[in-house]
C-alpha cells in the first residue's frame, strides 16, 4: 500500500515538472489521472529489506534466548538462595529453641543452685520512715523451691549444667586470667575495714 | 488437468497413460486415503484439543509440577509477661524407600567407597540415635508386608540437627518431610492447664483444646513447576491457598510464679504423702488468676511420662470436693452483710448442737458450752457456733449468697470440662444439709470456686470474674475475644471489711497462726478441713486439707487458695499452712507489696 502511495507521488512530481505529459489527464471529469508506473529499482535495493528483516529477527531470537538464559540463571540463584534461606531459617528457629529451653525456670533454678546460690522467700524490709525492721532476718537456707527440681521438663534432659561443664568451654582461650592482685597506685591509702 | 489432457491430445501424442482406468482407480485410492489420514489426523486433533483437553492439561501439570503443603503455624499460649508457654517448631520425618535400599557410591576424599546397606544403617542409626540393626529390621519389614515397598519411617518428629546429620550421609535412599510439632518450653509449668496435642496434632485437653478456635491454623497448598533438574521453573509459582496462622492465646499466668507455686506445692504434698494437691493465686482487685498449680505435675512434652490418666488434667479446674471450713467465712459474710449479726453479737457455742429441725451437728472436737462471738466461731471453727450464726438467715438467703459469690456455677475462665460443683436449691436441702451447708459440707466446690469467694470478700465485696485468659492476639496484634471484666456486688463494703477484719483475726489467732506468720504484712486467711468423699455416697478415711486467705489485708491484692487431698502424714491445716505462708510471701515479694503499715484490728473472740 505505501508503494502505492510513493508511486503517485512520484508522478505528481514526474507530470507536472519534469516533462510535457504524454496525454492530457481529464482531471474535471473523474478526479483520476494516467500515471506512469514508478520505476522499481529507485531507492535502496530489496534485498536491504529482506537482510533487515531476518538480522532484525535473529536479534530477537538472540536477545530472547539471552533474556531466557538470564531468567533460568536468575532461576537457580533464586533457587540456590531460598534453599540457604531455609537452612538458615531452620538454624535460627533451633538456635532460639535453645534459648527458651535455657531460659525455662527449672534451668535457671538448677543453674543457680549448681552455681552455689540458694532460694530465699523470707522477705524482711527495712521501713526507711522508721527504721522498722519488719520480717524476721534469717540466712537463707534454702527453701522448699530450692530442692530438686519437682517440676519436670522434658526438655531439659540431658543438657548439662554450667557448673558442669568444662573449664576450657566457659573460659574461652580468649579470656583474661588475672594471675596476680592488682596493682594498686602509691600515695592512695588503701582502705582498711575492721 | 483435463486442460493439460486436451491440449496432449490435440498435440497428437499418445494417450496418457495417467488417463487409464487404472491409474484413475490408482488417483482416486491414494486421494482417498490422503482424506482417510487427514480425517483420522483430525479427529484425533479434536480429540486432544477438545474432548480430553482438561484432563490430559492435568496430567501434563501433574508430570512436572509439584504440590506441596505450606503449614499454617499454630498459635502460642503465652503468659502475662510474654513468655511462650507453648510454641509451635518444625520437626522432621526421616523416611526412606526400602525397595531402593541397595548399596551406593560415595566420593570420599576424592575416591568412590561402595557403602552397603548395613554400613548405611549404622551411619543412620548413629545419626538418629538407633542401632543399625533396629533400621535393617524396619527394611526387612516394610519388604516382607510388600515387597515393592516404597516408603517407610526410620525416625518422626526429630529435630534439626538430626536431620543434617542424615542430610550429610547422602544415602539416595533416604528422604525426610516437614512435621509441625508442638513444644512447652517451660515443661510441666503451667502444663496441666495449657494440655497437649496428640500426636497428629489434635488438642486433647486444656488450654489447647478450651482456646482450639483461637489457635488453630489452616494450612496452605503451593504447586509450582519444575525442570528435570528440580530447580523451580521462573514463575510458575502458583499458590492454590494461603496458609493461615493461628492466634496466639495471652494468658493471665505469670509462669516464673506458677514453676515456684508447682514447686512448693509439690514438695509439700510428697513430704505429706498426698494424693494430689492444688494451689490458685489470683488477683484480688481483677480476678486474673496469676499462678494455678497441679500436684502431680504434667510435663506435656513429655505426657507418657504421667502413668495416671486422672493426673493429666487440671484438677483446680476439674475437681470439685466439700471446701469445709473455708467455706465459713461465707456464711459469716452472708449474716454480716444481711444485718441480723455484728461483729458484737454472741452465740453460745455447745458440742454438739440439735437444733429444733431434727439435724445433728457437733464440733471436731469435745469442749464445754462457750460464749463465742463471730470472730471467736471462725477462730475455732465451732461448727455448732456457726449453725447458731446461720439459722438467723434463711435457706433462701443463704443460697441467694451463695449464687452471688459463685457457687454452684462453673467460673468464668471458660476451661474445657471446668466443673461447676453441686448446689442444690434450698428447697431441696434435708434437715441436715440446711446447716452442714453453713460450714461446706452437703454442697461441692473447685479450688478455684473458693478462690472467687475470698476474692469478692478482699475486694471490698465486688466479686469479679475469674479470668484465665486475657484475650486472643490476633497477627495484627489486636486483641480479640477478650472476657467481660464487670464485677458484681456481693456484699456491702461494711460486711466485707468486716468479715475480713475476722479473718485477719483467724491468721492471728488460729492454731496454725504460727506456720503461716508472714512478718511485715497483715494477712487474712481460714483453714479447711473436710472429710473426702470415697466415690460410693459415704465418706472415706482421708481429709482435704486447705487454707485460703488474701493479704495484705489492709489493701488486699493477693488471694492465695492451698488444697492437699488426702495428705496421709499429716491431714490436718497443718499440711497447706505453710504452703500457704510461702506462696504468699513469695507472692508479696515477686509484686513488691508495701508492707503493711497500720496494725490489724483487735476483736473480742468472747463475750
Known amino acids: 500500500m505505501s508503494d502505492n502511495l510513493a508511486r503517485v507521488s512520484v508522478s505528481i512530481g514526474q507530470g507536472s515538472i519534469g516533462r510535457e505529459p504524454f496525454e492530457t489527464p481529464a482531471p474535471d471529469r473523474h478526479g483520476f489521472r494516467l500515471v506512469a508506473p514508478a520505476p522499481s529499482r529507485r531507492g535502496r535495493p530489496r534485498i536491504f529489506y529482506a537482510l533487515t528483516a531476518v538480522a532484525g529477527m535473529a536479534a530477537i531470537i538472540v536477545a530472547q534466548l539471552l533474556l531466557s538464559v538470564g531468567i533460568s540463571q536468575g532461576a537457580y540463584e533464586i533457587s540456590s538462595l531460598q534453599s540457604s534461606r531455609a537452612e538458615l531459617g531452620r538454624t535460627a528457629a533451633s538456635v532460639s529453641e535453645d534459648l527458651v529451653r535455657v531460659s525455662s525456670p527449672q534451668s535457671l533454678a538448677a543453674n543457680a543452685e549448681g552455681l552455689g546460690m540458694v532460694s530465699n522467700s523470707n522477705p524482711v524490709y527495712l521501713r526507711l520512715s522508721d527504721g522498722a525492721v519488719l520480717g524476721a532476718p534469717a540466712s537463707a537456707s534454702g527453701s522448699q523451691a530450692g530442692a530438686a527440681s519437682l517440676v519436670p521438663n522434658a526438655l531439659l534432659t540431658g543438657s548439662t549444667l554450667l557448673s558442669q561443664l568444662p573449664d576450657d568451654v566457659v573460659a574461652p582461650s580468649g579470656a583474661v586470667t588475672i594471675t ?4 594498686v597506685p602509691a600515695g592512695l591509702a588503701a582502705p582498711t575495714t575492721r | 488437468m483435463r486442460v493439460r489432457n486436451n491440449s496432449a491430445r490435440k498435440a497428437g501424442v499418445r494417450p496418457n497413460p495417467t488417463n487409464s482406468p487404472s491409474n484413475r482407480r490408482r488417483t ?6 490422503l482424506f482417510a489420514v487427514i480425517g483420522l489426523f483430525l479427529v484425533r486433533l479434536v480429540d486432544i484439543q477438545v474432548v480430553q483437553a482438561d484432563s490430559l492439561t492435568a496430567d501434563s501439570v501433574g508430570n512436572r509440577s509439584v504440590g506441596q503443603v505450606v503449614y499454617g503455624s499454630r498459635g502460642e499460649i503465652v503468659d502475662t509477661n510474654g513468655v511462650v508457654l507453648a510454641g509451635t517448631v518444625m520437626r522432621y520425618n526421616i523416611t526412606m524407600s526400602p525397595v531402593n535400599a541397595t548399596p551406593f557410591k560415595r566420593t570420599v576424599d576424592g575416591k568412590k567407597v561402595e557403602i552397603s546397606v548395613a554400613e548405611a544403617a549404622a551411619e543412620i542409626g548413629a545419626a538418629t540415635g538407633q542401632t543399625g540393626d533396629a533400621i535393617l529390621l524396619t527394611i526387612s519389614n516394610a519388604l516382607e508386608a510388600n515387597s515393592k515397598a516404597n516408603f517407610a519411617y526410620i525416625a518422626q518428629k526429630v529435630d534439626v540437627d ?3 546429620a542424615v542430610q550429610d550421609l547422602q ?10 510439632s508442638r513444644v ?4 510441666a509449668v503451667a502444663g496441666n492447664m495449657l494440655g497437649y496435642l496428640s500426636g497428629e496434632g489434635v488438642p486433647q485437653a486444656g488450654l489447647e483444646s478450651g482456646e482450639d478456635a483461637c489457635l488453630a491454623s489452616t494450612n496452605g497448598s503451593e504447586t ?16 492454590s491457598t494461603e496458609a493461615v496462622d493461628g492466634g496466639d492465646v495471652v494468658t493471665t499466668i505469670d509462669s516464673d510464679l506458677n514453676w515456684f507455686v508447682q514447686q512448693t506445692l509439690a514438695a509439700r504434698a510428697q513430704e505429706t504423702g498426698a494424693a494430689w494437691a492444688t494451689a490458685v493465686v489470683q488477683d484480688a482487685k481483677t480476678g486474673k488468676l496469676l499462678a494455678v498449680a497441679d500436684y502431680p505435675s504434667v510435663d506435656p512434652n513429655n505426657v507418657g511420662g504421667t502413668k495416671n490418666p486422672e493426673d493429666r488434667g487440671s484438677r483446680a479446674f476439674t475437681e470439685s470436693f466439700e471446701p469445709g471450713s473455708t467455706f465459713k467465712a461465707l456464711t459469716a459474710a452472708s449474716v454480716l452483710d444481711a444485718g441480723v449479726a455484728t461483729l458484737d453479737s454472741g452465740v453460745v457455742a455447745p ?5 429444733s429441725n431434727g439435724a445433728n451437728i457437733n464440733d471436731s472436737h469435745s469442749h464445754p458450752d462457750q460464749n463465742m462471738t463471730m470472730t471467736g466461731v471462725l477462730i475455732d471453727s465451732s461448727n455448732t457456733g456457726m449453725s447458731k450464726f446461720g439459722e438467723m438467715l434463711t435457706d433462701q438467703q443463704r443460697y441467694g449468697y451463695m449464687k452471688a459469690f459463685g457457687v454452684g456455677t462453673a467460673t468464668e475462665t471458660g476451661f474445657p470440662r471446668e466443673d461447676g460443683g453441686i448446689l442444690h436449691p434450698a428447697d431441696e436441702w434435708d434437715n441436715q444439709t440446711s446447716y452442714a451447708t453453713m460450714f461446706g459440707q452437703g454442697l461441692t466446690t473447685t479450688a478455684l470456686q473458693v478462690s472467687s469467694i475470698y476474692q469478692t470478700i478482699a475486694n471490698d465485696g465486688v466479686r469479679m470474674p475469674v479470668q484465665l485468659v486475657e484475650g486472643c492476639r490476633q497477627a495484627d496484634g489486636t486483641l480479640t475475644n477478650v472476657p467481660d471484666a464487670t464485677g458484681s456486688r456481693v456484699l456491702s463494703e461494711s460486711a466485707a471489711k468486716d468479715t475480713s477484719d475476722v479473718l485477719e483475726m483467724v491468721y492471728q489467732k488460729s492454731w496454725v497462726s504460727s506456720k503461716w506468720n508472714i512478718p511485715g504484712y497483715r494477712v487474712a486467711a481460714k483453714t479447711g478441713t473436710a472429710q473426702m468423699p470415697d466415690g460410693n455416697g459415704g ?4 481429709y482435704l486439707v486447705s487454707v485460703s486467705g488474701f493479704a495484705p489485708a489492709d489493701d488486699a491484692q493477693y488471694v492465695v487458695s492451698v488444697s492437699i487431698a488426702d495428705p496421709v502424714k499429716l491431714n490436718t491445716s497443718a499440711a497447706p499452712a505453710p504452703v500457704f505462708q510461702e506462696i504468699m510471701s513469695q507472692v508479696l515479694k515477686k509484686y513488691r507489696a508495701v508492707p503493711s503499715g497500720a496494725t490489724a484490728p483487735d476483736l473480742p473472740s468472747t463475750w
Not at chain 2, 228 to 237: F, K, L, Q, T
Not at chain 2, 539 to 542: E, P, Q
Open chain 2, 162 to 164: 538430626v536431620l543434617r
Open chain 2, 351 to 355: 458440742y454438739r448442737y440439735l437444733p
Open chain 1, 180 to 183: 596476680s592482685a592488682p596493682v
Open chain 2, 539 to 542: 465418706y472415706s478415711d482421708g
Open chain 2, 28 to 33: 482416486f485410492f491414494t486421494v482417498a486415503m
Open chain 2, 171 to 180: 544415602i539416595p535412599w533416604t528422604y525426610s518431610e516437614n512435621s509441625p
Open chain 2, 224 to 239: 509450582y513447576e519444575k525442570g528435570a533438574d528440580g530447580v523451580r521453573i521462573p514463575g510458575s509459582s502458583v499458590t
Open chain 2, 184 to 187: 512447652y518450653p517451660n515443661g
